[in-house]
């Protein structure tokens, strides 16, 4: 018997290690191709290639799943593909490979937040509670019947970077968990309702951008969701201003226009205006600086009551 895993950054990371560390044999590692990153723009090996190297295993990070990939994977007779945020959708003929097919460890309780953000959506939208789903994978976007899940509390205050770690776990123990009585042909996977489906879509640069105009509510919820990527800003006369959770909800109401400062001063704080009620930020970074707390920024920075952001 021995396993396929397909996935690509951190979270996968958690999910390949619970398998090796459970004595699971994978015979093969397969990851997106290395991608540059950085200032120097170098190609860099993604998180679960840099594992996987560590622990001894094959290897295979193929630019078309079709073809002499899919010959490659067929050689090798998997049992299960196993697979954790890979990044690209798998064509029907390589869910078809495996033995028992293919599994997904996707975070969200499906069929809610379908697609490749599902952590930041879920904090964006002001979820109170999210989760893991082990799903039997199909040649849609997550579409398939749900084998197990579990479900994870959102804090109040909880952050992206926070909520994927415990994820990651989550997912992780759920798997465990579960895949011995997979294996055996014992676990019966459930038809996801479409029609309460909801998307998750990628997250872009321009994301980060703050509208004004929106509720404080839906603001302060969007920066928790897009922190640390692609993370919150707006301008402060024609400069980049980040902006760092938690933005406070503070009410409000006014003829201001959104955008607004109603405060600014180290001991009232910084606080703006919304489309609806205002929101208090406690630290920021302007374009070439470092972050501050708010309280130090304002003690230098050219900003003032009735001035407006954006």
């Known amino acids: 018997m021995s396993l396929v895993f397909m996935g690509t950054p951190d979270l996968a990371v958690v999910i390949l290690k619970a398998l090796v560390d459970g004595g699971y044999p994978v015979c093969a590692v397969v990851c997106q191709p290395d991608k540059p990153r950085g200032r120097e723009c170098r190609p860099l090996p993604p998180a679960v290639k840099e594992f996987a190297s560590g622990e001894g295993l094959s290897i295979c990070q193929p630019k078309r799943l079709r073809g002499a990939f899919a010959e490659q994977l067929s050689a090798l007779q998997p ?100 895949l011995p009585d997979l294996l055996a042909g014992r676990l019966d996977a459930v038809a996801q309702d479409h029609e309460r489906a909801t998307l998750a879509p990628i997250l872009r640069k321009e994301d980060a951008l703050v509208d004004w105009a929106l509720p404080a509510a839906v603001l302060s919820n969007r920066a928790r969701g897009f922190h640390p990527w692609p993370g919150t800003e707006t301008k402060l006369l024609g400069r980049r201003l980040k902006l760092f959770p938690p933005l406070a909800v503070v009410p409000h109401e006014g003829a201001e226009v959104p955008g607004t400062v109603l405060a600014a001063s180290p001991s009232e704080g ?39 952001l954006g």
């Open 79 to 178: 049992e299960l593909c196993v697979v954790a945020a890979y990044g690209r959708l798998l064509p029907p003929e390589l869910l078809a490979l495996p033995r028992r097919g293919c599994i997904n460890v996707h975070a969200s309780l499906l069929p809610a937040y379908r697609g490749a953000a599902p952590i930041q959506w879920a904090i964006a939208n002001g979820e109170r509670e999210t989760g893991v789903s082990l799903m039997q994978m199909d040649a849609g976007l997550d579409t398939g019947p749900v084998l197990a899940r579990t479900v994870v509390p959102i804090g109040p205050e909880e952050t992206a970077d926070i909520l994927h770690d415990r994820l990651a776990r989550a997912g992780a123990d759920l798997l465990m968990r579960h």
């Open 270 to 308: 910084l606080l703006v205006r919304c489309g609806e009620g205002a929101v208090a930020i406690g630290s920021l970074q302007l374009e070439g600086r470092k972050r501050l707390p708010t309280a130090q920024f304002l003690q230098g920075a050219r900003l003032g009551v009735g001035q407006k």
